[in-house]
């Protein structure tokens, strides 16, 4: 399995970014995908789910400013985020759980400036 994550940057408090996963050595559309994020000096936590029919799901913080969304026949799941906020700054990991393990892309940073 591999996950190769992309799109983030620097980007300005209200700006946007869309960041993208590749996945690879799964059947995509039968796994749901996921973003996690970890802040310096923090603990991963994660930000927003998109099962494989479609439902999605997000963390508090980011409700109403981040979307999550999946093109299967991609093979790539992406994460839309509006709005952003220095609070945003973090290392974002895509990720998904086959039948156990779970797997994480390299990571993709966003850096948000006041």
């Known amino acids: 399995v591999q996950l190769q994550a992309s799109g983030g940057g620097f980007v300005q408090a209200g700006g946007s970014l869309r960041l993208s996963c590749a996945a690879s050595?799964?059947?995509?559309?039968?796994?749901?995908m996921r973003w996690y994020r970890q802040a310096p000096g923090n603990q991963r936590e994660w930000v927003a789910t998109?099962?494989?029919?479609?439902?999605?799901d997000y963390t508090d913080s980011v409700k109403g400013r981040f979307t999550i969304s999946r093109d299967n026949a991609k093979n790539t799941v992406y994460l839309q985020m509006n709005n952003l906020k220095p609070e945003d700054t973090a290392v974002y990991y895509c990720?998904?759980?086959?039948?156990?393990?779970?797997?994480w892309g390299q990571g993709t940073q966003v850096t948000v400036s006041s």
């Open positions: 990720n998904v759980r086959v039948r156990g393990p779970h797997y």
């Open positions: 050595g799964i059947l995509f559309s039968d796994n749901a």
């Open positions: 998109i099962t494989r029919s479609g439902t999605t």
